[in-house]
C-alpha cells in the first residue's frame, strides 16, 4: 500500500513554484520587451559618399528588415530627375535606380528625410541623406528657409524648392533647376550638396514635373536676392530624455551651422488672363449665363438667330466680368425652348494675344416648355380641389388663384449690430422700387417716430439692395414695407412685410484699436479674424491705426496686408512683371475681446520673422509629429514596478 502524501512538503514546493514564478514575472515581461532599436546601416554600394562613381543604381544594406514610407513623396534626388528614380524596399535593403543620365563632376543627393523605419516597430532611421559624386570631391553646403503662402502665410507642404547657379531672369522658365528639395509639413526645406558659388532660389507647385515654371497654374515663389551658401561651427543643446516626461540631461554639441538657413518665400498663383468661353448655361428659361476663364472690358456681341436680340436682355456682369448672365425681358423668348445665337467675344489665341472670336451655339431651357405648363396645371388642379373640398365642407375658401408673388429675401436680424445694414436681395431684376412704400420707425420712450434712411444698391452685388439708417444702440426699430414696393421685369410684385427689431446696446461689445509701427503713409488694410481665419471686420488706413468698433465679445486674430495699388484687395504677383503678390502679416497672438472693453494694442508687423507669425490656432496646415522612438519599453516598466535593463 502506497504512502499517503506528505501535505505539508505539498504546500511547500506549491509555494517555492509561485515564487519562482513571480520572480520570473518581475524580471521580463510576457512576450519579452519590445525593439527600440533603429534599423543600422552596415553598408552601401556605392560607398556612401563616395567619388568618382559612375554607377546609376544604390544599394543601401541594413541590419534588419525595413520599410520606407510614401517615397515618391518624401524622397528627393538632386540633381532632380527628369525621369522618374525607381525606389523600393525590399527585405534589408533598399535600391534606388537613376533613370537620367549622370552629370559629369556633380554630386548628387538621396535625401529620405525621416521615411525609412524598422519594418515591425516603426522605429525611425532619422533624417538620413545618401550622397556620392561622379567627380572627385563631395560638395557639402546646405541652405534652408521656409515656403508660406503668400495670401495667408500658410505652410506649404511639398512644394518643389530648387536653386540655380544661372542668375538671370528668364532660367526659371526655361531651365529645370540645379538642386532641388521639397517642404515638409512645417514648409520647411533644406536644399543638399551645395558647391561654393552665387545662387538664385525659387518655389515651385511642379504640375508637369519638369522643374521648370511654364504655366500659370502653377504656385511659385522667387526672390531677387543671391544666396551664398556658407557655413560656421557652432554649438547646439541636445536635451536628452530619461522617459517621455522627464529630461535625463542636456548636452551642448558642436556641429557646423549652414547658412542662410531662414529663407523665406512667399508662394501665390498668377491670376490667369488667357481668355476662353468655359460653358454656357440656361438653367432657368428667364436667363442664361456665360462663363469665360477671365475677365474683360468689352462685353460679347450677340446676334440672334432664331429671334431678335436687340434690347432683348438686361445684362448683369460679375465683379471680374468673367460671368455675364442675360435676363430676358420679353416673356415669349422666356417661352421659348431653344434660342440660337451668334457670339462674338475677345479670346486669347496660341500667342497669347486677345482676339475677337465667334462661335455659334444653342441655350436650351433645361425644364421645356410645355413640361413648365403641365406642372403649372397641375398647380392649378391642386388648389382648386384644396378649395372645393373646403367649399363643401364650409370652410373658408378662395375664389380667386392667387396671383405669383415676387419674393425676395430680407435679412433684417432681431437684434443687429449698430454698424449692420437691412439687405434685400432681389430673385430677378426689378423694373420698379417704390421708396414711398418703404417705411422705417424708431421707438423712443413708448411713441414710434419716423427714422431717417437710405435706399440703394449694394456695390458690386447684383439685384442685391440696403436700408442704411441711423441704427443707434438700444433703440427699438420697426420696418414696414407695403405691397407693391418692388416690381420684376416680369410683372410679379412684393406682399407687404414688416419686421421688428432692436440694435444692441453699446455695452454688449468691446472696440479695438491697433497702433501699427512701421506702417505711417502707407495704405494698409487690417483685418480682424474669426478662429476660422476668416474675415469679420476691415479697415484701411494710411496712418498706421486700425479702429474696429462693435466688435462682439470673444477671441480674435488679426491680418494686414500693404495695399500697393490702394484698391482694397490683397493682389498676387506676376514672374514676368517682376512684382511679388502683396505682403502679408498676422499679429502673432490670439486678441480676447471683452464686452464693455477698449483694446489698444501696438503692433510691429516685422519684429518676427514671416514663417513665426501666424498663431497656430488658425494655421490649417499643421506640423506633422516627429517620428521617435515610442519607449514603450520605460512606460511598461514604470507600470510593473521594476527597472528597464535596457535603461
Known amino acids: 500500500m502506497p504512502d499517503k502524501p506528505n501535505k505539508g512538503a505539498l504546500w511547500l514546493v506549491t509555494a517555492a513554484c509561485l515564487l519562482v514564478a513571480s520572480c520570473a514575472k518581475m524580471g521580463q515581461p510576457d512576450g519579452g520587451w519590445y525593439d527600440e532599436t533603429p534599423p543600422r546601416i552596415v553598408r552601401t554600394t556605392p560607398q556612401d559618399q563616395g567619388v568618382n562613381v559612375k554607377s546609376r543604381k544604390i544599394s543601401i544594406y541594413f541590419d534588419e528588415y525595413i520599410k520606407v514610407d510614401n517615397p515618391t513623396e518624401k524622397v528627393v534626388i538632386s540633381p532632380p530627375q527628369i525621369e522618374q528614380a525607381e525606389i523600393q524596399a525590399a527585405g534589408k535593403k533598399i535600391e534606388v535606380e537613376l533613370k537620367d543620365s549622370l552629370k559629369p563632376n556633380t554630386t548628387y543627393t538621396v535625401d529620405f528625410s525621416d521615411a525609412i523605419s524598422d519594418n515591425n516597430e516603426g522605429n525611425p532611421l532619422g533624417n538620413y541623406t545618401y550622397s556620392f559624386s561622379t567627380g572627385d570631391h563631395i560638395d557639402t553646403l546646405e541652405v534652408a528657409g521656409y515656403v508660406l503662402d503668400a495670401q495667408n502665410l500658410e505652410p506649404i507642404k511639398g512644394i518643389l524648392v530648387g536653386l540655380y547657379a544661372d542668375l538671370s531672369d528668364t532660367v526659371f522658365t526655361k531651365q529645370p533647376m540645379l538642386r532641388v528639395s521639397r517642404t515638409d509639413s512645417r514648409g520647411k526645406f533644406i536644399i543638399k550638396g551645395i558647391a561654393p558659388g552665387d545662387y538664385r532660389i525659387y518655389a515651385l507647385q511642379d504640375a508637369d514635373n519638369n522643374y521648370v515654371f511654364n504655366q500659370k497654374s502653377e504656385q511659385i515663389a522667387f526672390t531677387r536676392d543671391v544666396i551664398t551658401p556658407t557655413f560656421k561651427p557652432d554649438i547646439r543643446q541636445d536635451t536628452i530624455w530619461r522617459d517621455s516626461l522627464h529630461i535625463d540631461s542636456i548636452a551642448r554639441v558642436p556641429y557646423t551651422h549652414f547658412l542662410p538657413d531662414d529663407i523665406t518665400l512667399r508662394a501665390f498663383t498668377e491670376t490667369q488672363t488667357d481668355r476662353y468661353l468655359i460653358k454656357t448655361e440656361r438653367a432657368e428659361p428667364d436667363h442664361f449665363t456665360l462663363f469665360f476663364s477671365y475677365g474683360d472690358s468689352l462685353l460679347p456681341q450677340i446676334r440672334g438667330l432664331n429671334f431678335d436680340a436687340e434690347d432683348a436682355f438686361i445684362v448683369e456682369t460679375s465683379e471680374k466680368r468673367d460671368t455675364i448672365t442675360y435676363w430676358l425681358e420679353d416673356t415669349t423668348l422666356v417661352n421659348q425652348d431653344t434660342l440660337r445665337m451668334e457670339l462674338k467675344y475677345m479670346a486669347t489665341d496660341t500667342l497669347g494675344v486677345l482676339r475677337l472670336q465667334t462661335d455659334t451655339t444653342e441655350m436650351l431651357a433645361k425644364v421645356p416648355y410645355e413640361k413648365r405648363m403641365k406642372q403649372k396645371a397641375d398647380k392649378y388642379e391642386d388648389w382648386k380641389k384644396k378649395q372645393d373640398r373646403a367649399k363643401k365642407r364650409g370652410k373658408e375658401y378662395e375664389e380667386t388663384y392667387p396671383v405669383e408673388l415676387l419674393e425676395p429675401e430680407y435679412h433684417a436680424p432681431s437684434e443687429p449690430d449698430p454698424d449692420q445694414n437691412v439687405t434685400i436681395k432681389m430673385p430677378t431684376p426689378l ?212 527597472t528597464y535593463p535596457g535603461d
Open 431 to 642: 423694373l420698379k422700387a417704390d421708396t414711398s412704400c418703404i417705411h422705417l420707425y424708431s421707438k423712443h420712450d413708448t411713441l414710434w417716430y419716423r427714422s431717417p434712411f437710405v435706399f440703394r444698391q449694394k456695390e458690386d452685388c447684383n439685384r442685391t439692395y440696403e436700408i442704411l439708417g441711423e441704427w443707434r444702440p438700444g433703440v427699438e426699430y420697426s420696418l414696414e414695407i407695403d405691397t407693391l414696393a418692388f416690381t420684376d421685369i416680369y410683372g410679379k410684385s412684393t406682399a407687404p412685410f414688416k419686421q421688428g427689431f432692436k440694435v444692441k446696446s453699446e455695452d454688449s461689445y468691446a472696440s479695438l484699436l491697433l497702433d501699427i509701427t512701421g506702417m505711417a503713409d502707407t495704405t494698409i488694410v487690417v483685418q480682424l479674424l474669426n478662429s476660422s481665419d476668416q474675415p469679420v471686420k476691415e479697415t484701411m488706413t494710411d496712418n498706421g491705426t486700425a479702429e474696429f468698433f462693435y466688435v462682439k465679445p470673444g477671441v480674435y486674430y488679426v491680418r494686414m496686408f500693404i495695399d500697393s495699388n490702394r484698391n482694397g484687395e490683397w493682389d498676387t504677383g506676376d514672374y514676368a512683371a517682376d512684382r511679388q503678390a502683396e505682403t502679408t502679416y498676422y499679429y502673432p497672438e490670439k486678441i480676447e475681446c471683452k464686452a464693455k472693453w477698449d483694446l489698444t494694442l501696438t503692433w510691429n508687423p516685422t519684429a518676427r520673422r514671416l514663417y513665426q507669425q501666424k498663431p497656430l490656432e488658425i494655421t490649417k496646415q499643421k506640423p506633422e509629429k516627429e517620428k521617435t522612438i515610442k519607449r514603450r519599453n520605460l512606460e511598461r516598466a514604470s507600470k510593473m514596478g521594476i
